[in-house]
């Protein structure tokens, strides 16, 4: 059997070097290194040289100060406490929130004296979780903020479904308890209420009638969308009647139509020519030219006040010019109305939901503009003439 010697390891001696320049193409001198070499048994297996630039240059460096603040060594570590925020948070806990008639007016459009007036029309001897108070304010605030009613539940923490059945239930009691709140005044009742501004052009007017379109959300039936669509609106719409007297008081309300309707028609159906008593006079802006017609033919000896119209005329008269100018200055009394109407938000689009019951709601909105103070007062419109 042969055997072999194990090999030995021979130390050899390394000659190995590695030079590294940084940036040789610098005509910076550099005149520093550091040589590393391993050596073993006296002997350098390896060998590693790196030059040092020495740049004597400046080098300047720009600080943003708003970016860097000096700080101190230190500073105690403090932990603040926002004391102010954990007294002042209140949550909303329904009517015993509201503190002042602005707060009131601004979530339910009522003060308290006409919130007190209403709540003696819906209180009930039936229990219930949610107190009368907050019941009918539940039903106020969605009719002045238009809120839907899950968002009035997250307010009032109960469920959609209960402030549903809340607002239905409110509005049934209010309509048929206020019903006579909306009404046509006798002949002497009007004159004594004549503002200053009617007298004597104007002194025998009975009545200033407007009609007014609310955007209704679109109907799922076909036949509903052909009765709604306005096509002065160029959406759908849902149309209603107004009458006032010159002090500013809503006398009467047609039945809410679609859009489709025009001025004329609704006002022959709401029965306003059976009103008008010989001698009246009615203030109307143009859209209303068939009711002339409509009145000569019963026989009653009404006026009807219209602005003139241009027909084929480049331009009014003077006398015409001034007519027009007369008769705005009385009719504007009526868009002020309007305005008032449009304060509750919930007119602001109709939902199909609710369109069933959007008689009681237009009744309720004018309710709600009859218990506001008047539009103007003599002395307003004096003041205003100086």
Not at 47 to 61: A, G, M, N, P, Y
């Amino acid at each position: 059997m042969i055997t072999e010697d194990p090999p030995t390891v021979t130390h050899l001696r390394v000659d190995q070097e590695c030079q590294v320049n940084f940036n040789p193409e610098s005509d910076v001198n550099f005149h520093t290194f550091v040589c590393n070499r391993y050596v073993k048994n006296e002997i350098c297996h390896a060998e590693t040289q790196t030059e040092i630039i020495d740049d004597t240059r400046l080098i300047k460096v720009k600080i943003d100060k708003k970016k860097y603040i000096s700080t101190k060594c230190g500073t105690p570590h403090t932990t603040f406490v926002n004391q102010e925020m954990q007294s002042d948070i209140t949550q909303f806990i329904g009517f015993s929130s509201i503190k002042n008639n602005n707060e009131l007016i601004d979530l339910a459009g009522v003060s308290f004296e006409n919130f007190e007036f209403l709540l003696r029309r819906v209180s009930s001897s039936k229990k219930c979780v949610v107190s009368t108070k907050d019941r009918l304010l539940i039903f106020l605030m969605k009719m002045k903020t238009g809120l839907t009613f899950s968002a009035l539940g997250v307010l009032f923490s109960v469920h959609r479904t209960t402030v549903s059945r809340i607002f239905f239930e409110i509005l049934q009691k209010l309509a048929g308890a206020t019903r006579n709140l909306v009404f046509w005044p006798d002949i002497d009742a009007v004159q004594e209420t004549m503002p200053d501004c009617f007298r004597p052009e104007y002194s025998d007017t009975r009545v200033i009638i407007d009609c007014t379109e609310f955007r209704i959300e679109i109907p799922s039936s076909v036949d509903n969308r052909v009765f709604t669509y306005s096509q002065y609106k160029k959406n759908f719409t849902a149309k209603v009647l107004i009458g006032i007297t010159p002090g500013g008081f809503i006398s009467l309300k047609s039945k809410v139509a679609g859009g489709r309707k025009s001025d004329s028609q609704l006002t022959i159906e709401s029965g306003l020519l059976d009103l008008l008593e010989d001698g009246d006079k009615v203030l109307a802006d143009k859209g209303f030219p068939e009711i002339k017609t409509v009145i000569d033919t019963s026989g009653k000896k009404v006026n009807i006040v219209m602005p003139p119209f241009l027909e084929k005329k480049n331009e009014f008269s003077k006398a015409e010019t001034q007519e027009t100018y007369s008769v705005a200055r009385v009719r504007i009394h009526v868009e002020r109305i309007m305005q008032r109407l449009r304060t509750y938000q919930i007119l602001n689009k109709i939902p199909e939901n609710l369109l069933h019951c959007i008689d009681d709601i237009l009744h309720i909105c004018c309710v709600l503009v009859n218990l506001q103070p008047p539009i103007l007062s003599n002395k307003e419109d004096k003041e205003g003439g100086k």
